[in-house]
């Protein structure tokens, strides 16, 4: 349900954008957030955007990765500036809130399928 993409290689200091859309019905959506992990470790929380458009970035991004979203497309977007080694991952995006199935609003909680970021010269 929930399809991430914009993952790709670039230089040190170089930008990319990854978006995540969730499709396949109709949603209300809560909490949104980007999570990465590097072989070997543990995914580790990026950033997290919740309705009312509250972040928690983690340290390591903060003033170089921005995210934004948009409702009425069900998007969440993540525009990453001077990108460093170190950010080099799989990128997987997350929501959760309420779907309509024909009848009746429920809990929904979904992950993305990930998308490589590497950064290298």
Request: a positive charge; glycine letters at 14%; one cysteine or more.
């Amino acid at each position: 349900q929930l399809q991430a993409s914009g993952g790709g290689s670039v230089q040190p200091g170089g930008s990319l954008r990854l978006s995540c859309t969730a499709s396949g019905g109709i949603f209300r959506i809560n909490d949104m957030g980007w999570h990465r992990q590097v072989p070997g470790k543990q995914r580790e929380l990026v950033v997290a955007i919740t309705s009312g458009g509250n972040t928690n970035y983690a340290d390591s991004v903060k003033g170089r990765f921005n995210v934004s979203r948009d409702n009425d497309k069900n998007t969440m977007y993540l525009q990453m500036d001077s990108l460093k080694p170190d950010d080099t991952a799989v990128y997987y995006c997350n929501m959760n809130g309420r779907r309509w199935d024909g009848n009746m609003w429920y809990g929904f909680g979904s992950w993305g399928q990930g998308t490589l970021v590497t950064v290298s010269s």
